[in-house]
């Protein structure tokens, strides 16, 4: 018997481990396991007023705070019936949009590129990969301030509240984003070049991709939840939809469909909803030997800088198009109601799901991140890809593994409510 532990996985959001029993070519225990504390986000917003959950619920994760933002505001507004104007919503896409592009720039160039440039870091490959580096450098900056300018920081934005927002943009401000957003296109389709010209592990098995389907477009923060099995609802009827537990060796939940695993993020994304991507992804896409529907995971990174080039030219569009002026939230007046509110965030869906009472307090609540869903998922894929690397040294199967599991973006800090591997093999 052989044991793989892999301890703190490196080079993804927060901690994990992983724990391998190999008998011949035959993987007899794969646990990925969660190594963060448990958080207790769900409890700590019980007994909260509506208007101050939202601020604490974006701290699950500050690289996605935007996301646990938007979503919260959402499923407040579901609950007590607010109607926000088309510039709040407006104002919310392009924040949503300007997170979607430092996330995925930050995984793509820092976190994965350096696997298949023969690096550990991207520090280490700067010298000789200084256009890169550069081009994504560029990207994140173009992504915060884009979030700067509209939530009022980078991190934790706080100008979007129950109802609209407490400030517009200005035409000086607008002009600026708009400048950034035209170099950043031309950098997110040098980005798809490089990604999709990537020799990837040679891996596909077939998993029921999950997504939103928006009637208007590249899903973001409305639709749907679809998937490639015909399956359609609503988002506030997730619990028919989803089943979540917990494992004894991990501190995350993890959720399964009928009692199966199956993928949310980018490449579901774009497996059910490709013919919705933008011209230029079109275009690209016929340039290249990729094509989609896709059932390798490591083409989830292709899929993400697709995403790019498509977010980048939306956002350039709805600025140029849209006058911004200031207005005041929409009154309303708390009720004792539920609200449920889905979004695709950068590792895909993301469930808010509050209950208040009368006075606009909260009573129950439960937060479904991407993670959680891609858990078992993951660990089916290890287990079924690790075979193929048993005759390579112990060494590079590790990174081939690592690869596979930073392939998903996971974040493992909004999981819990990089790569210790722990090797048994005979």
């Known amino acids: 018997m052989s044991k793989i532990k892999l301890n703190h996985i490196c080079k993804i959001e927060g901690h994990a481990n992983l724990e391998l029993e190999i008998e011949g070519n035959t993987i007899k225990k794969c646990h990925l396991e ?24 974006s701290r699950i994760c500050g690289i996605c705070s935007v996301g646990h933002t938007v979503t919260s505001l959402k499923t407040i507004e ?69 979030v700067e300018i509209i939530g009022g920081r980078e991190m934790h934005p706080f ?15 607008k002009n600026k984003l708009l400048t950034m957003l035209k170099q950043a296109s031309l950098d997110a389709a040098k980005t798809y070049e490089l990604f999709s010209k990537i020799v990837y592990p040679s891996f596909e098995r077939y998993r029921e991709n999950i997504s939103l389907k928006q009637f208007d477009g590249f899903p973001l923060l409305e639709g749907t939840i679809i998937s490639d099995k015909g399956v359609s ?48 992804c079109e275009r690209l896409i016929k340039k290249s030997r990729i094509r989609f529907p896709s059932k390798n995971p490591f083409h989830n990174l292709i899929a993400q800088s697709l995403e790019l080039v498509h977010w980048i030219e939306h956002a350039i569009d709805l600025l140029s198009r849209t006058e911004f002026f200031n207005e005041v939230p929409v009154e309303f007046k708390p009720k004792k109601c539920k609200g ?10 993301l469930y808010h799901h509050y209950e208040f009472d009368n006075k606009g307090f909260v009573t129950k609540s439960n937060i479904i991140t991407p993670t959680v869903q891609n858990l078992k998922t993951m660990e089916k894929d290890i287990k079924e890809f690790v075979p193929s690397l048993l005759h390579k040294k112990k060494e590079e199967i590790i990174l081939d593994i690592e690869k596979l599991i930073r392939a998903y973006d996971p974040c493992f800090s909004c999981s819990t409510h990089f790569l210790n591997v722990n090797w048994k093999r005979s």
């Open 159 to 173: 100008t979007s509240v129950v109802g609209g927002f407490t400030r517009s943009i200005s035409g000086e401000e």
């Open 233 to 280: 609802l609503q988002p506030d009827k997730y619990q028919e939809f989803l089943k979540e537990s917990f494992n004894i060796y991990s501190t995350s939940k993890f959720a399964l469909r009928e009692g199966k695993e199956f993928m949310v993020g980018a490449l579901p994304r774009v497996n059910n909803n490709f013919k919705l991507l933008s011209g230029n």
């Open 340 to 349: 449920i509110a889905a979004t695709e965030v950068p590792r895909g869906i």
């Open 78 to 146: 579901t609950a007590f019936g607010i109607n926000v104007t088309r510039q709040t919503e407006v104002l919310r896409e392009l924040l949503t949009m300007g997170e979607r592009i430092r996330s995925h720039a930050t995984h793509l160039y820092f976190l994965c590129l350096p696997d298949y440039t023969g690096h550990s870091s991207a520090i280490e490959m700067a010298s000789k990969y200084k256009k890169e580096i550069t081009r994504a450098l560029n990207l994140i900056k173009t992504g915060n301030k884009l």
């Open 34 to 57: 969660a190594a963060e504390g448990a958080r207790f986000f769900e409890g700590i917003i019980i007994g909260k007023k509506y208007d101050e959950i939202t601020e604490i619920v």
